[in-house]
């Protein structure tokens, strides 16, 4: 069995979740949504709990470039809650107190570091964004240096791509909040691409700028907060001509940039805007800038909206995200953001419950866990290191991972709680 089959199958066994992730193609009248759903950028088609009516609207769907949804079971299935999901839901409180003793040490510290760089990124970028959407930047040199330290957190570092800030509901913020998140995850993936220094600095660029060409809509007032209707669609599909013009505008770009930057809503399959192009026609910086973006959009303003929970994007980029990106693109993404991304809750083989705090090199499906209940359902107070289970020293007896949930769900954001 090839890798990523394997992957997607096991990652697909996720008792603790409330639906089934299926393709668009499978979406029938009749079935209902366990997640809402949203357009590539965060714009609200659909809420949770809405019963599909028609195949116009799956049709619509499709054209706002929706791949996958989350559906509730039938009726009569599984129960959306199980007994286990409630007992955690009483017990988890109790466990995640802000507490340092309780706070496993070893990988905290380069969380904190990475959610640090961002926040103070997020800062600078704005007023960059602002600025350069209104042709009155100073150009090129802050965002090469803003792309630089991203690129200098080192090879095969997770912790920029785990430490993403939460992106608040489709509004002007969210943009300059997405520009920062999917930098960093590029900035993260780019050495595993065999890019050098340069070529990966260029490709956080290009994230940095991808969504300028939206500032200019919130600003003139197309582009509502919460809006939806075929109209703001098509406003919205002409943010990549408008982000390439602006770039244009600042000088001295390299055209390799200006393409990325235009063609990160281009799918494989020719799915995508703004000119539906397909294969080989997309560049490679361009499908891994619009994996980055694809995947803060599906996690974005987790609480309150229903949006997927991190391990259940990266389930649907596995499992259908092949016909539009290159495989070798969503590999190196699974890599770095892991098939359980930090801060997951999972059930191991051995009944102990646990927290993903790493994500390991030596095999996507075995992170490294802290656990925190154990198999008799006591929780264990200090945490107090990391777990690797791809390690055979470690883990002698091959424990493995069953099944996933969000702890969002229960009400602890682990990496806040981490970094307080
Ligand atoms: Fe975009």
């Given amino acids: ?119 103070n990124m997020r800062a600078r970028i704005e007023t960059l964004l602002d600025e350069t959407a209104q042709g009155s930047g100073l150009g090129l040199d802050e965002f090469e240096e803003i792309a630089e330290m991203f690129v200098a957190m080192g090879r095969g570092n997770c912790w920029l791509a785990s430490a993403i800030l939460d992106e608040p509901a489709f509004s002007i913020e969210s943009v300059y909040v997405r520009s920062v998140n999917v930098a960093a995850i590029c900035a993260a993936i780019a050495p595993w691409l065999g890019m050098d220094a340069d070529e990966a600095n260029w490709l956080c660029v290009a994230a940095l700028l991808h969504d300028v060409g939206m500032i200019p809509l919130f600003s003139s007032g197309a582009m509502k907060k919460g809006s939806l209707s075929s109209q703001h669609i098509e406003i919205m599909r002409t943010h990549t001509t408008i982000s390439r013009r602006i770039a244009r505008q600042m000088g001295h770009i390299p055209a390799k940039v200006i393409q990325t930057i235009y063609q990160h809503h281009e799918r494989l399959d020719g799915s995508g805007f703004p000119r539906g192009e397909s294969g080989a026609r997309i560049g490679k910086q361009a499908q891994v800038v619009g994996v980055a973006d694809h995947y803060c959009a599906m996690i974005a303003g987790r609480l309150g909206r229903g949006s997927l929970p991190p391990h259940r994007a990266v389930q649907l980029l596995l499992s259908v995200g092949s016909r539009l990106y290159a495989e070798e693109i969503l590999e190196k993404f699974v890599r770095i953001v892991g098939a359980y991304p930090i801060g997951t809750l999972v059930l191991l083989s051995s009944d102990e419950l646990a927290v993903v705090c790493g994500v390991s090199e030596l095999d996507l499906l075995k992170p490294e866990v802290a656990i925190i209940f154990d198999a008799n359902r006591l929780h264990i107070p200090t945490p107090e290191r990391c777990l690797d289970l791809a390690s055979e020293d470690e883990n002698p007896e091959g424990i493995t991972i069953q099944a996933a949930a969000e702890l969002e769900k229960f009400g602890v954001n682990y990496i806040e709680w981490l970094t307080q």
């Fill in 1 to 119: 069995m090839r890798r990523k089959d394997l992957l997607a199958r096991q990652v697909d066994v996720d008792a603790l979740g409330e639906g089934a992730a299926i393709s668009i193609e499978r979406l029938k009248p009749g079935m209902a949504l366990a997640e809402s759903v949203f357009t590539s950028n965060g714009l609200l088609l659909l809420q949770g709990g809405t019963k599909i009516s028609s195949f116009e609207q799956i049709a619509r769907l499709k054209i706002a470039g929706v791949f996958a949804v989350v559906v509730q079971p039938e009726a009569g299935e599984s129960p959306l809650k199980s007994p286990l999901e409630e007992e955690i839901l009483s017990e988890l409180p109790l466990v995640f107190k802000p507490r340092e003793e309780v706070k496993p040490s070893g990988f905290a510290e380069g969380i904190r570091l990475a959610r640090e760089l961002l926040t």
